[in-house]
């Protein structure tokens, strides 16, 4: 039992934590993302404003997160600042639903992306096997890979995470960079600008909405720090630095992305195009861009997998220590510095995931929309819970204080209820316009969710209950 409340050594630098939120953020996402974006954008100069107003937003959550960070301690990340606002009641209903649905429904996009295009870099058995069946078998080989990866230690998850970003980062730069300097040498790869100004059309608010409901879950990743925050040397400076270094980061290199693929294909071509990486590839580097594009989505989707894989069970591994009916779930293992148990119960859900929406027309989609609501919902939570603590004098002032106090606290929860409340009214427009309500897998799951959100009640009035006796 004493190994239940052993807590993690502060062993990951600043460069760890920088990995760890580009690694998580820069996830395969981009090149999925991007032509919803630009199909739901007016003109090219929303297409670049729209993903430089996620950056901002992600910038501006990342900076109330460091002041949460200093404020609350203990491990457990938004589980421990929940606690610490609200309740126990209240960070116990969080932990169960980020268990059963925010945390496999935000891996599961990465993975299935991952099984999609190493089917396409080497096919499965391609004269006998079903295509989706092949997908699916890769995305699962993937997930099950970094799980035993992450069970060998701290050392070894956060290594191949540390590799899989630099190259990834590397690779990028290497491209997009590559991609401007051969179009600036080659003008007729460059798309006209009458032919751009004949596409434009106007901006309608509904798109504008979806399209930022697309790019803030593409900037997803960056709260995942608060989970490693108690492993963290020199906690002071290295938590804000890591978070404002790495949004800052993805900020650029998603903004170069999508101006290399406007150079290359225009609004219109960006928004029509399946894979628009690979397209914008083979206009500047030729035939062979579809492999070099396949196998670099490969190692993004791996990279975004594995960072929050090695995050994600360290909040079950908080929950298990202050919650007794958990506490096979929080067992940390010392020798190799990791919470075991949660990272094979988490793959398990996350494996559910992949194989429930992998059967689905437009499952990528579809599960970002489903876990949406709820993951921004918590973040609304959390904004008025940095309020609360400056109220209450919480915030120690010889540490990081998030700046325009109280602009930024109420732009990171106003902005965040918007997107949630916009990702739940699209989710049910295309589970009606797809008719998915005689579907059997989509009436499973609306089965499945209420079920957990029920059970999620019934745990946080367990907690509330043990915490008053």
């Not at 803030?216 to 906690?235: L, R």
């Not at 779930?329 to 494996?351: D, E």
Request: proline fraction near 4%.
């Amino acid at each position: 039992m004493s190994e239940n409340h052993q807590s993690p050594q502060r062993t990951l630098s600043a460069f760890d934590g920088a990995c760890i939120i580009v690694g998580i953020i820069i996830g395969a996402g981009i090149y999925q993302t991007t032509p919803l974006v630009a199909a739901n954008s007016g003109s090219v100069e929303w297409i670049l404003g729209i993903w430089v107003l996620g950056g901002c937003l992600a910038l501006v959550g990342a900076l109330c997160y460091a002041e949460l960070a200093m404020t609350v301690t203990q491990e457990g990340g938004e589980y421990a600042y929940l606690v610490k606002a609200y309740g126990k009641g209240t960070g116990s209903f969080f932990a169960w639903i980020e268990f059963w649905i925010i945390r496999p429904g935000s891996t599961g996009p990465m993975a299935m992306l991952f099984g999609n295009y190493a089917y396409k870099l080497c096919p499965l058995f391609p004269t006998t096997l079903d295509p989706v069946k092949g997908e699916m078998l890769y995305a699962v080989l993937a997930t099950m890979t970094l799980l035993a990866v992450n069970l060998f230690g701290l050392r070894a998850g956060k290594l191949t995470q540390n590799i899989l970003t630099v190259f990834k980062v590397l690779a990028l730069l290497i491209l997009v960079g590559g991609s401007v300097i051969a179009i600036g040498w080659f003008s007729d790869a460059i798309v006209p600008v009458a032919t751009e100004a004949t596409t434009s059309m106007e901006q309608s608010f509904d798109g504008f909405l979806l399209a930022m409901v697309l790019v803030m879950f593409t900037y997803g990743g960056w709260n995942d720090m608060s989970f490693v925050a108690t492993e963290m040397k020199n906690p002071a400076k290295n938590i804000p630095r890591a978070l404002v270094l790495g949004v800052c980061a993805v900020s650029v290199i998603y903004l170069l992305i999508n101006i290399a693929m406007l150079m290359a294909l225009g609004h219109m071509g960006l928004a029509e195009s399946p894979t628009p990486a690979t397209e914008m590839l083979k206009v500047t580097i030729g035939p062979v861009a579809e492999k070099v594009m396949a196998l670099l989505i490969c190692v993004t989707a791996l990279g975004a997998v594995n960072g929050m894989m090695f995050t994600s069970a360290r909040i079950y591994h908080a929950l298990g220590n202050r919650v007794s009916a958990f506490a096979w779930l929080g067992k940390w293992n010392s020798r190799l510095q990791v919470p075991a148990r949660s990272l094979v119960v988490q793959s398990i859900v996350t494996l559910a995931m992949v194989i429930g929406f992998g059967w689905q027309t437009n499952g990528f989609e579809l599960l970002v929309l489903f876990v949406s609501p709820f993951m921004w919902s918590f973040f609304v939570l959390l904004g008025l819970a940095m309020l609360l603590f400056r109220f209450q004098g919480l915030v120690p002032r010889d540490k990081y204080r998030t700046p325009l106090f109280p602009v930024m606290p109420l732009i990171f929860a106003l902005s965040s209820g918007f997107i949630a409340y916009r990702a739940a009214d699209y989710f049910l427009f295309k589970v009606e316009s797809m008719e998915l309500l005689h579907n059997r897998f989509f009436m499973g799951l609306s089965i499945a969710t209420v079920a957990v959100v029920f059970s999620g009640m019934v745990v946080a009035l367990i907690s509330r209950k043990k915490r008053h006796l």
